[in-house]
């Protein structure tokens, strides 16, 4: 941590520094420039303490970090990359993974047509949700337990793993019972109880970027999965919010190469929300899979027109099948498979 | 509603819209442009109705909402003022009530000290965090229920009303016991399984406003706690997230107008996470109660320099003193007192 | 457009908005709902009038667009893609055009030795700045006039089209007698007297998005370059002003979908700029042709660390070589080539 | 600058960065952490210097800056505030200076009219808008000369001093022969050619901020004026660009204590522009004084609902006479007076 003193402090107040950096055994190291006085707070995890610890002191002007505030999650902590397998599929390698499937479970029919297309296409893994975070208290919120049992019972006709949100820090246990990955989504990145809970749980989890956290923000929420030994952790950018009003969200594009340096976890990329809009998933989904994201979260659904929930950005089977195809040229392209 | 037709749509498209408007029990009216078709879809409730059900039929360019998507937090709901009481203290009146206190709740003696401090100098409202939503594992969490008893303690010997946050849907009983009023943090503005149970509990209620939410998803939220019965809701701007970098947050200080304007719920503000820095805190305080904020919630802390959380932005007791004299020429000049 | 009326509107407030309304030769459609009269007006270029006409009448809460504001560079203005044409180079066709070179003229050895780099790897335009719009005043502000003079002196000597940007409204007929291609930075984008000055001379130009403004507003300057009858207008996306700061700017890739969707014009991408940093261009370059973007414009230099502007974002020619091999096969997993 | 090595670096590139500085006549001291290398640059004007020089040299991680990178506007360079005299009217002293008069000069009758009706109400300076930079070719741009020569006769009429804006580089001169204070619009915040031209013309100047640029980036604009010799520079907050879209801006009044704090400029606010409706400008402007800004910019037209520019935002004459007296009272509750 960098200490910038204020011009003309005096040499008490620099003495303040240090003590306070002495009695948390950290090292100080002092810069004395024309006209500023720069002390260096030294230690191996100065990155988890509040900058504020020394920004209240008499006579400081500023605090800089150095150390990133996120530990277990970042390169420095582990240098390679980290894969997560589910039943044998292996996120964060070769392949890239695509889950597909509908915003809302709504029925067995619904689950059942969308299987049989997203396999067929290619995805490996179904998406669906049975607990819908809604805006408003008066949009349907989900089948709740009726839908994570029809997601079971097509789980396992098909043989494929399946994704579903979990919101309550409560029905973590319950959840994990019925799908192989347990999605945290981007309302809930700072919701620390639940992901305290999902990482004593120590199943594969997706970590939804938080729609207006920092990269780092987002990487020191997965520290909290990893804290707990939880380490099947996958990262997915699903867009920032900005004063942009054509999509619903801007897809942060840099985050994936930014993530890619800076920490060893997996990232796919969620076009459907980013964009709103069927017509814009395809193009950003490419660019995803070009940008070196490791797998995709897209929706689909047999009949988007009669969707309850977020039909107009779900694509039809057809159109899917038709991305698929586009994706596997690009995969390739960049030295992967689909 | 209004859904636009792309230039050139078919009269089947047109009908496909006016099916499904009458579908759902609503009325149609056409208005056909010199090179456009735009659909009016008119009903009580449209506000409450998703877009997509629309945009995603065929022809459909775009559709735009007339009806806010919030009902009961609205001015067109309830046409005056609400006032929240807490032992007869009223929030949304002429008065302008001051919750201080510090971060988080750390020992009694720093309680009883701050408790001391703030009703000498006219706040009214104790406000401290047992359980602190932390963006990095490595922080200190807060004292959780051993903080709550010690807030419960103080509360009875000096009679002042608390205010604390609550993180964990299941918390909401156990904390509702100890305080007179829950706090939803920002970063569970969209915690809908919290909202849903604090609305249950009918207790009064702050709810801050998340800082990457507009202020119409925050009146949405409200309406989660209107919705289950919960009339004693008070909500709270704490800054919203921009690119500026040299405060924390950068204040909605227009949200205070546009909620007196739209909604009939009173008002605070939180000028200490706002602003992150305590030589700011004055200025954003004062300006609050000239834009017509109905109260503050201040951080203040007997010895900044030791806090455990957020020091920074705590002010001393003295600062306070002083702050809350000028609030009170502020006060008097638009017509209301402390 | 749709003004929405007050709930308890009266009769001479809607007569009020019907007067004003014919005054202006537009004709007026009422919706009479349940409980909200809405009225909407309609004509060939409501899209050019400001909603504020209106929004100020007495009893009108809210005015909607339903036409976009921007008219010649929309795709229902013109139907097909806009070509670009350089010396026999098509910008907005099957070809992916790189333009490349240093952020800032220096000398004509780095000229050279940059140009020399980038035609072996595939680049076809040069790009290079001699007035360079600097945030403080105490930096480096390029070499202005005997720039744009080493710069026509190698475009002669290697026959490569040279892109370089103006910043005076003055400058205008100067510039482009140096330069084949005039571009217009991010933070002119609505600097109105250089757009028309640049609209009258009618030859090709690049125009930036500033970073701040929507896409919507990014077409609507574009109109002012169309309104003077200058059809050789290139779009280029460099990235957006947002909260995350592990890059210089959030390239905004939605934004591709979104222009060749609304827009006819051609739009190239400038990884350099968004990022920020080298490490992180080719990623960014990939995503934007998988996205559907038409050409790029990247930095290189031949010696980044002693770059006198924007070294950090450059390009080393052996960096840009490797890229350009990458970026063949993702433009042909597209159907398109470099 | 605080140069931050990557974890593992080699004492050549340590010796790299150490060369790098002396090279630029700056001296260097090395922090040894325990498993960091952090090198401090020191000198007098290393504000000044691009990160990019260090950034970009091997081994190097990350590079901070401590000093700001703004010198002439800021407390460090000078500490007592600056005031700036209009005909004898101080800006930045205890009189909070009002500005007012319409968006766009329309006729000699419509300035007449507001002259009398402001200064009645106690503004002191005229504003109205001759050239006007407009989002659309298809908008009214202004009377341009005629406007000046309009606002020229009526200075002369009631000897009141006027504010105008000034947009192309080349009009400085003509405009400032009608006007006592040029008006730098947000768009053109950062058009260094026609700060560099104001500057040398040494006049007093109004510097309205960038509506995405950060409060660092504004202070350093401010210093492209005072580099060229003029210290009548007055800075204008007029909202930021944000996700909110219930005003037209969000105003960041956090922005006022801050210039406060760093800088010895004067500021005053906009409230008609940031928040872009006439019901929500009081609020705003009277938590402008409240926060310590020196003086107000606001929009007044004797008839908005006719304004051929921004009509919705204008105040009446008789709204802005109530509102004149609510200001009195607030700017007497912080010590100033009107």
């Given at each position: 941590?960098?200490?910038?003193?204020?011009?003309?402090?005096?040499?008490?107040?620099?003495?303040?520094?240090?003590q306070r950096a002495k009695s948390l055994g950290l090292s100080v190291q002092l810069n004395l420039g024309t006209n500023k006085v720069v002390v260096a707070i030294l230690g191996s995890n100065t990155g988890q303490l509040p900058t504020d610890i020394f920004a209240v002191l008499p006579g400081v002007e500023n605090v800089a970090r150095i150390m990133k505030p996120y530990k277990l999650a970042s390169r420095e902590f582990k240098a390679e990359n980290s894969l997560v397998s589910i039943n044998g599929i292996e996120i964060g390698g070769k392949r890239i993974v695509v889950m597909a499937g509908p915003c809302a479970v709504e029925s067995e029919e619904q689950l059942v047509e969308t299987v049989r297309a997203i396999k067929r296409s290619g995805a490996c893994i179904l998406r669906g949700g049975a607990f819908k975070p809604r805006t408003s208290p008066f949009s349907f919120q989900g089948l709740e337990k009726a839908g994570l049992e029809l997601l079971a019972r097509v789980r396992e006709q098909f043989g494929i793993p399946v994704i579903t949100e979990v919101v309550d820090p409560h029905d973590v246990s319950l959840v994990?019972?019925?799908?192989?990955?347990?999605q945290v989504g981007a309302r809930n990145m700072q919701n620390f109880a639940l992901l305290t809970n999902i990482g004593r749980k120590k199943c594969p989890v997706v970590l939804k970027r938080g729609f207006s956290c920092t990269i780092t923000e987002w990487l020191t929420a997965a520290d909290y999965l990893l804290a707990e030994g939880n380490n099947q952790v996958i990262l997915c950018e699903r867009g920032i919010r900005t004063f942009e009003n054509s999509t619903r969200f801007s897809l942060d594009i840099c985050s994936i190469p930014v993530i890619k340096r800076f920490s060893h976890l997996p990232v796919i990329v969620d076009p459907s929300h980013a964009t709103g809009h069927y017509s814009l998933v395809p193009a950003v989904a490419k660019a995803a899979v070009a940008a070196g994201a490791d797998g995709l979260l897209i929706e689909v659904h047999p009949n988007p027109k009669e969707a309850l929930v977020d039909g107009l950005q779900s694509l039809t089977p057809s159109d899917f099948a038709r991305l698929m195809e586009e994706l596997r040229s690009i995969a390739k392209a960049v030295g992967r498979y689909i």
């Open positions: 941590m960098i200490v910038e003193m204020r011009t003309g402090t005096t040499p008490e107040e620099i003495d303040g520094v240090k994990s019972k019925y799908a192989d990955i347990l």
